[in-house]
């Protein structure tokens, strides 16, 4: 119960501070003979990984991951799988100013106040470190899913007040290749451009910004989603909002589509044709009614907060409860939504595994 | 795993269809010796209940709750308490046009799918009929939280594009006073008035709209909250949206907070005054930081599409997959926001009695 | 967690107290489209209610359920299923003698310590008329079973020293056929009679004597039960020690299995003939290696103390911690063991059908 | 749901096979501020290790232990705590005889029919090597129980037909002292002795024996379990039952008990004297009344099968369903027991941290 695991039958559990031995997870539940592409899972760790640019953090690690248990001759046998990530960079030193002192805006000040006791090095267990146990698993999901065409395709679609036009690119992995073609991972090369001049700058100027990232899952079968609590969107909020920095989540027509008129908003049914399944006209529904995908494409959106470490001096209080100055120091990521590409794809995957699983028991035949 | 649960020590099951027998839920995980206040429980029914005012569905239900278990002398026993309330007007001929037909953005595809089976009546178990259980069992949890002094007020402040301004009432039970002045349930008197003006006319069109509820946590203690994936923001967006209708959750500066500059959004720690305890100056962070609450207000909005149902004939597909027509019957909402203040509330109210049973084993001591 | 749930995907939660208004149970996780034949499920509870016979209690219930959701034209939807069971012969009068003191090896105590509020009628929660509720449940778990073609069957094996020889009859109905023939509800009819004349005397003496369950799960398949730690033997294990009552549990060779050697122990693989499966010469692994179903009958003893409840005079203590005497009332079982089978079968079947679900995903394809 | 997490709040996942990289345990939910003594828990693990004495298995492993995470400046921090054991005698060649032949008795058969893949290599993830993560993590329970006074030992009661006297060891550590004075760990060294000598014969003859490890939980504070399916000692039995080879769990008066009558098993309160708390005459309850404790010695009793492995050639089949012999290799205990009893306990620490935990919100003050 102490919020360290995900999902029900695809469950994981990750462990693990910036600045400790190692972060790491543990998946439990995935069904046996599934075959493990290790690559697959280092590829997804690097996109996700600091110092891939001059918009990321200048943290150096590899973050090269390890499988220590639950494969065998390179394909799963239903036992738990556990991955590691050892921490190479850990330059903690850095982060000695900030031992009694909390940092605005971080979570310094509430795990001191919850446990009485914090890892201050680089954030502890608050670090978006953490994530790249997430990506490990995610990426495992998304080998499951791929055993049934299911795809999940994330891109930055907006970076502060500049945001990209709707894209369609209906194959994933074409969007995927069209948007790692630029640094920022916007799938529209002309924002793509906009975004990253205009995180460069901010980034000059010591500061941070924040972003949108937008998510898609294609060829998605009907069914998946519980109700009444573990309705499918549901269970995908929580999982986005569980990522650092995330102020917001919405699907199909979102916060816009409170605006609208049911006339409007209906996505009317077409019959299936052919080959073809059941569609509807519009997506308002953005693949999802009643909990449950209806076989449309998945659509959400993500909101991220600017990064709370910027380059400037600040007041704050310290532990004594005393006012304090904070300067800026430490490697951080002047916009967080290029990182957090892979993660939100690995989060939905995680969702997207547990309840294809936990569909399989809707029926009896 | 089948999704009618929700909360971990604080833990509902709830059960039963729109047409079906009863509806109910039982509680596990409420600590003994709370006193309970049936009346107030009623009450809170009484906000939710159908056929409150000419903007709300016409169906009858008294709505009328009953406790069966759990509660000994007034007081909880610690044991399970069961409430049951009993399905009166159950006009299910109402529903028989649609035994055969899919109703558009309705669940009755997406459940018809997945279970091979479906009680069409209503909407079976996909109504939000579903809801009233769920504020049966916020309302407990409510009484648990006042004995901590937290209280959760939420008001309707969008209907379509009519948006309140924002509402400064410190004290909760003169916003809700407020608030119940008028039929919307929006705490500015002026807006709601406009809000209530156009839903009529909305209704009279046979249309629905969407809105938006916000919703405030007063008082709560720095604490509740458990990293990484139970982050206190998580589990108040997973509330959420599982509730009918609802495309979107955002708390804080939410997806505003996304265009923002870190220098901005920072809120800055004042060191506690005399009685004071530790506050920011500002509060985009929305009462949460790293997941965890930190004593500031906490602060979020829910987005509502408009109801799915309208008195529109409209083209969609039978359980043949054939094209079909189907014409508006049934007794429903033109727009549900002003029903689902309470339903705001009480699903807030079981993340944060969770989240205080779950903070007092954060520390040893 | 507060332990009134059990099973993962076939998961039950039960509520009522002994003189509340009533008991009853949420079922949730049955998957849809399974028969829901009422009659049978009405049979078992009439199995486990009291005043059948002189060696019972004769406090009178008819124990009739009520199915108040989640069944639609007879079968099931998905959706949770709620079963009522009314409270009707409350006379709680009888236990107005134990509202300040402590029952000799009841749960008064403990209780009263944990909660330091209590239900005293009839033992509140407390009492064993809670597993009214599992009965029902576990009926709808049989039936799910029995699409699967898994039988199970249980039957007092011993009263106090009277111990039953071991009985051979192959087909599940027969066994039942025979073990309904007597009132003690032992499928070995000449022990039947001394222990109904045994247990007869010891009522007369106003006493209680305890007792043995066996129960044989037939035609299981393999593979059901997970590694590491809900091995099927650990859940059902579980599952037994839960029913008030009962001190011991052993599977296969059990306690005797303790004492023996591995060249004396091991049951020898005997390959597949013609259209049966693989079986072991001897089963002292009770059809259960590694924690998963090998396809041999699975056999558990489940081991029951005396009842508490006595009609002699006893010394005890009261709430304010000083001396007292209590004086037998009330009206209970001789011998709890007659009744329990059903409700031993029941909490075996709710594990069956637990890990039935559970192994559907064990494997991908 | 895969089975290999236990405990809710106090809650481990192991991972690991017996011929992997590594076998380990993440522990979440420990509480904040809980001094970690490493050497504690390494002596721990020296209990449980392979190459003890004459009468365990060969295998060299020096079981060193290593936390990656959770633990700062030597305290608990309120995150996951991950422990690691690197496997390093992986002698794999040992059981290239067993790649495709299933050992009677042992779990290949069934892993292979469940997963349709098997890590064969010492039995993969059945071997009770994976009881060594069990022992870590019920190490750091035993640290966090013995802030609160609460001891748990064990010893090996019954090697065979060879049963230990009753023995009377108030003080825990002299008990542990006695027993650790002998390699078979049983707490009286005239059985001791006896027990050894048997040992020693039946490894000599190539063969393996059973026995029964008895347990006791000293200063349990009253209140601890939760009724109904949570009981206090069906928690324990489910526990006992999840160690490999375990066939039985009973506790106070067990199977015993049912042979008893009522007015001779009834355990009479004793008022409270001066300083001491509520007591009873006898203890056949085991410590545990009604699913919760209460405040007397915890007792119980765990049957261990003979190991598996024996050195001699038995019929057998393959995994093509054809008739075949395996003959004895590997290196493997001829009586599990003396190492068992440390896992005893450790899984004993970890259902009573966890209850102890769960109990502190049974009560809303």
């Not at 973050?63 to 390179?74: A, M, P, R």
């Not at 939100?344 to 547990?354: C, F, I, P, Q, R």
């Amino acid at each position: 119960m102490a919020g360290n695991s995900f999902g029900q039958l695809f469950r994981i559990t990750t462990f693990g501070e910036s600045h400790g031995e190692a972060i790491g997870v543990i998946i439990d539940g995935c069904p046996a003979q599934l075959e493990v592409d290790l690559d697959f899972i280092q590829s997804e760790l690097d996109k996700r990984k600091p110092g891939q640019s001059k918009i990321t953090t200048q943290r150096k690690e590899s973050d090269t991951v390890k499988i220590l248990s639950g494969v065998f001759e390179g394909k799963t046998t239903g036992t738990p799988i556990a991955m590691l990530i050892p921490n190479e960079d850990q330059r903690s030193k850095d982060y000695s100013h900030n031992t009694d002192v909390f940092r605005p805006s971080h979570a310094d000040y509430t795990y001191h106040s919850k446990y009485g006791i914090r890892d201050h090095r680089g954030g502890g267990r608050s670090s978006a470190r953490e994530t790249a146990a997430r990506v490990a698993a995610g990426a495992l999901a998304k080998l499951l899913l791929k055993t049934q065409g299911i795809e999940i395709v994330a891109h930055v679609s907006a970076v502060g007040k500049i945001k990209a036009p709707n894209v369609f690119i209906e194959n994933a992995q074409e969007f995927i290749d069209t948007r790692e073609q630029n640094i920022v991972r916007c799938a529209d090369p002309a924002t793509a451009e906009e975004m990253i001049e205009y995180i460069d700058s901010v980034r000059k100027a010591g500061d941070t910004v924040g972003g949108v990232v937008s998510c898609y899952v294609k060829n998605c079968p009907v069914g998946l989603g519980e109700p009444v609590f573990d309705k499918l969107h549901a269970d995908l909020g929580k999982a986005m909002l569980s990522i650092n920095a995330v102020h917001g989540f919405e699907f199909g027509s979102g916060f816009e589509g409170s605006t609208m008129l049911g006339s409007e908003h209906n996505d009317i049914f077409i019959a299936a044709q052919g080959d073809e399944s059941v569609k509807t006209l519009t997506n308002f529904s953005g693949g999802i009614q009643g909990g449950i995908s209806n076989g449309m494409p998945i659509e959400f959106r993500v909101a991220f907060k600017p990064v709370a470490t910027i380059m400037h001096n600040q007041q704050t209080i310290n532990a004594a409860g005393e006012a304090a100055e904070i300067s800026g120091k430490g490697r951080h990521d002047p916009c967080v939504v290029p990182r957090a590409v892979p993660i939100v794809e690995s989060m939905a995957a995680l969702v997207l595994a547990d309840h294809w699983l936990r569909n399989r028991n809707a029926k009896l035949a």
